[in-house]
């Protein structure tokens, strides 16, 4: 990489992306009722991609296909967390602090059986989603579809126009590295 090209990436990031956050809570974009409660997880989707440093269409459908199944899963969680309070009648702690410890235990066990769906991006997924008080797993899986779909559109698509570059690899069949022998 070009000492230009860098340049053109630090532009894009120091000044684009806090042009768009300004913008974002001058018109309530942010506020609390306002959309960004509900269009997380889309932004999560290239968030975590950079975060992971993945570099394919691959892993970006793994990101994808890990927050679609995590948004549930924090439902089911917070339903979890209901039942125990309402039914069994546990203290709010207590009934809390279960269900986070059953939650996480069985996130953790599915991962291996079921890494496409239980992956460590939907683990960050579930812990964000699991902490708002009022899961709504609907609009957040067509936020990570949708809205995770056009930010990673406008991202890669301007790093590609501005610096003349493709910062991801437009493949779902890349080749898994070969195991090194010992």
């Known amino acids: ?13 120091c000044i684009g992306i806090p042009i768009v956050l300004v913008l974002g809570l001058a018109t309530g974009f942010a506020a609390e009722n306002g959309p960004l409660p509900m269009v997380w997880p889309g932004f999560f989707v290239v968030l975590l991609f950079i975060i992971g440093k993945e570099s394919s ?82 609009q957040w899986s067509g936020a990570v579809i949708v809205v995770g779909a056009l930010f990673a559109v406008l991202i890669f698509g301007g790093i590609k126009l501005l610096c003349g570059f493709s910062p991801i690899k437009l493949s779902f069949l890349e080749e898994e590295p070969a195991a090194v022998k010992e």
């Open 1 to 13: 990489m070009n000492k230009t090209t860098i340049v053109k990436i630090a532009l894009v990031l």
């Open 57 to 138: 269409l691959r892993g970006l459908a793994q990101i994808a296909l890990g927050g679609l199944v995590a948004v549930w899963y924090a439902w089911a969680g917070n339903q979890l967390i209901g039942f125990l309070l309402n039914q069994l009648h546990l203290h709010q702690w207590a009934a809390v602090g279960l269900g986070v410890c059953v939650g996480v235990f069985v996130y953790g066990a599915l991962m291996a059986p079921l890494p496409w769906a239980f992956n460590n991006y939907g683990f960050l997924y579930y812990l964000v989603a699991a902490a708002f008080a009022e899961a709504k797993p609907v």
